[in-house]
């Protein structure tokens, strides 16, 4: 492996490594928050280096591997700046290490496939990649939600269960980052329909069908939480199917046009 993949595969691991043994632990001061921040700067650092490859000179460039690799950095990126201002810590024990797999995926299934993208559809890719970060949070958030409703419900407060932030407040931060995903998501739609000539074409049609059942069942949740209040179990559970669809809409597709039909 790479010495510069295996600085952000090792800091990554540690991170989480380190916010689960503080997430177990009766402690209630985090001893290594300072080293934790260090490792996640140098990680967020070297793996945007690493990314480095995705800008040339003709366009941007974004196979499969590149594409995991990219948005593990925008969701590992994102849930570390956003750390600073919400108590979301216990986040990095789901997505420090998926970001570190994502890393070996990249490295294992390197792209064959020099496919440059035009600016304008980069503006759309890239716009699907923020939307998917910010779901992707929000997906690990309704993970931990579960896991904390369920706790709580049979009466087994533990060490985890009391670091964790109330449940109105683990909720409120799920629709939060719900209302931004979706409000991405639906620009990313919308520039695709403007930029891409083909986005009905037989390649494309899967996907696109996809990425809009997706988009509603993210916009149904949040217009029922608004209007019926909508919360718990079928938050969590709408969360997780429309980031499934969401997954096979874009890295599905992808896999079978790159990997299987290439």
Known sequence: MPLLTIIPFVAYLLVALLLTRYFTQESETHQHKTLVNILLLLACASHAYLLGDLLQAEGVFFGLASSVSFVAWVVAALLFATSFRKPIHALGIIVYPLAAIALLFSLAFPDTQNKLLEVSIAVHVFLSISAYALLAIAVCQSVLLNIQE????EHQINSFINKLPPLQTMEDFLFQTLKMGCFLLTLSLASGFLFIDDFFTQALTAKT???????????GLVIGHKIFGWRGKIATLATQIGFAVLVLAYF???????????
Request: glycine share 4%; aromatic share 12%; net charge positive.
């Open 150 to 153: 369920k706790l709580l419900h």
């Open 209 to 219: 069908l996809l990425s809009l059942i997706a988009w509603a069942v993210f916009v």
């Open 252 to 262: 599905g597709t992808k896999f079978v046009l790159e990997r299987l039909l290439a």
